[in-house]
């Protein structure tokens, strides 16, 4: 018989037949979603201590987790301070849009002219899908649909550097992602950016592509530059660092 005791409203894992991979799988994926819905901010440390009692893992556990984390770019390990959910900076985030406004522009021109039929299909299916996972404002749906829109895209663009670049920056892209499309209007206004991206690409028009997907990661980028000026000027006037203002409590079932 299986323990699924939960404590002070914390996930459990079943105490039996679970495998370590499956353990670490269900820890990895609480502190990602966390994270990506902003329920554990930028700079916050992650006390492994505090995480192997809220999931009832062992450190080691936790600490694998967290380095697959690491990996993806969602938090980052400091030495002697042990793991911080990823900060980005105002000056990294203009970087990191520009280079995938770049990135993104190349991506939607190669698959204009390379793609398949099937690809092209598959691309209308990933955008309906991102528009159907914005209809729950409080679901984290539209994370795996992004990822699957972006996946279709970069594959048909028949060259695999592409996408090797861009999974060096996706961690904090994801980062800044949950910021822009926590502001109210933007999941329309990008859904909509996306269409005139794939419009162009219907027409095999590859500079159109290009330029409407530079457009759509520009005001992406104006939204995420806000917000972060907003952060901090508000971290100026309280004269001290962001904290977590509360524990973040996971989800059973994630």
């Known amino acids: 018989m299986r323990d699924t005791t939960k404590r002070d409203g914390a996930a459990t894992l079943p105490r039996d037949r679970g495998t370590s991979s499956l353990r670490k799988h269900h820890v990895a994926e609480q502190i990602r979603k966390a994270v990506v819905g902003l329920r554990l901010l930028p700079g916050h440390r992650l006390v492994e201590r505090d995480l192997c009692e809220q999931f009832h893992v062992s450190r080691q556990l936790v600490r694998e987790a967290l380095n697959e984390l690491s990996a993806e770019g969602?938090?980052?390990?400091?030495?002697?301070?042990?793991?911080?959910?990823?900060?980005?900076?105002?000056?990294?985030?203009?970087?990191?849009?520009?280079?995938?406004?770049?990135?993104?522009?190349?991506?939607?021109?190669?698959?204009?002219?390379?793609?398949?039929?099937?690809?092209?299909?598959?691309?209308?299916?990933?955008?309906?899908?991102?528009?159907?996972?914005?209809?729950?404002?409080?679901?984290l749906a539209w994370l795996p649909a992004k990822e699957r829109y972006y996946s279709v895209l970069f594959s048909g663009t028949k060259n695999e550097i592409l996408p090797a670049l861009m999974r060096q920056l996706q961690g904090r892209i994801t980062i800044l992602r949950a910021m822009t499309l926590a502001t109210p209007g933007r999941n329309k206004q990008s859904t909509n950016e996306l269409r005139r991206v794939l419009?162009?690409?219907?027409?095999?028009?590859?500079?159109?592509?290009?330029?409407?997907?530079?457009?759509?990661?520009?005001?992406a980028c104006a939204i995420a530059l806000e917000a972060l000026r907003v952060e901090a000027l508000a971290k100026a006037v309280a004269k001290k660092p962001a904290r977590q203002k509360k524990a973040v409590r996971f989800a059973k079932n994630g």
């Open 199 to 219: 419009k162009a690409i219907d027409r095999r028009d590859g500079e159109a592509a290009a330029n409407a997907s530079r457009v759509h990661v520009a005001n």
């Open 74 to 139: 969602l938090v980052e390990a400091i030495p002697h301070k042990g793991f911080l959910v990823t900060l980005v900076t105002l000056e990294q985030a203009r970087g990191i849009y520009e280079i995938r406004a770049e990135l993104e522009a190349l991506a939607s021109r190669a698959f204009a002219l390379r793609a398949s039929s099937a690809e092209r299909h598959a691309l209308q299916t990933a955008l309906r899908d991102l528009e159907q996972s914005f209809v729950d404002a409080e679901s």
